[in-house]
Antibody, heavy 123, light 111 residues
Framework: QVQLEESGPGLVKPSDTLSLTCTVS??????????WAWIRQPPGKGLEWIAYIHFGGTPNYNPALRGRLATSVDASKNQFSLNLTAVTAADTAIYYC???????????????WGQGTLVTVSS | QSALTQPASVSGSPGQSITISCTGP?????????VSWYQQHPGKAPKLVMFDVSRRPSGVSNRFSGHKSGDMASLTISGLRSEDEADYYC???????????FGGGTKVTVL
């Protein structure tokens, strides 16, 4: 059974960098069939896709956040990470990591998800 | 404003069927069979209940079904139960730009 768990600070100051890590259990992060994803949800609002990451390829980022994003995969720790720079209050959200699928005949879905971690941007 | 449009709320009585619609730009919904749906209970992470328009993940009740016609995708819940009360989000995969778009979410209420 694949499980994901987000970790990182719950409070980040404006203009600082938000750094989160997702630890995967029950599956290896360095497999071809799946991507790893970050998705966020501002409190009381809808979902927003942030990034797709694959251990062996170039990450795909939401154009609205590109330029502020950096991601990585650490196969030795079975983790993947997200860095979002120059944060503002608009980046306050629950951040989820998830396993994603991009294949010829099946793509764009996320399963399973981590439980999410609330990151608040405030001084 | 979300790129995919869903009704803000849908309600039904126990045992009834409800349908949640999801519409978007032609290239996002009609061009591909890569629409998925998520159920989210309060304070919980989203859970995949439908993918590739009409494929149901293992463990999801067969009361959930997905369909696409023209520029609209839909999720139908039949035999409505109290545990179905949740927010539901549609999602579509695109080949470029913002690869994954979500709808604004639909609150399902069981009367």
């Amino acid at each position: 059974q694949v499980q994901l768990e987000e970790s990182g600070p719950g409070l980040v100051k404006p203009s600082d960098t938000l750094s989160l890590t997702c630890t995967v259990s029950g599956a290896s992060v360095n497999i071809d069939d799946y991507y790893w994803a970050w998705i966020r949800q501002p409190p009381g609002k809808g979902l927003e896709w942030i990034a797709y990451i694959h251990f062996g390829g170039t990450p795909n980022y939401n154009p609205a956040l590109r330029g502020r994003l950096a991601t990585s995969v650490d196969a030795s720790k079975n983790q993947f990470s997200l860095n979002l720079t120059a944060v503002t209050a608009a980046d306050t959200a629950i951040y989820y990591c998830a396993r994603g699928r991009i294949a010829a005949t099946s793509r764009g879905w996320f399963d399973p998800w981590g439980q999410g971690t609330l990151v608040t941007v405030s001084s | 404003q979300s790129a995919l449009t869903q009704p803000a709320s849908v309600s039904g009585s126990p045992g009834q069927s409800i349908t949640i619609s999801c519409t978007g730009p032609t290239t996002d919904v009609t061009a591909y069979n890569f629409v998925s749906w998520y159920q989210q209970h309060p304070g919980k992470a989203p859970k995949l209940v439908m993918f590739d328009v009409s494929r149901r993940p293992s463990g999801v009740s067969n009361r959930f079904s997905g369909h696409k016609s023209g520029d609209m995708a839909s999720l139908t819940i039949s035999g409505l139960r109290s545990e179905d009360e949740a927010d539901y989000y549609c999602s579509a995969y695109r080949s470029s730009g913002t690869l994954v778009l979500f709808g604004g979410g639909t609150k399902v209420t069981v009367l």
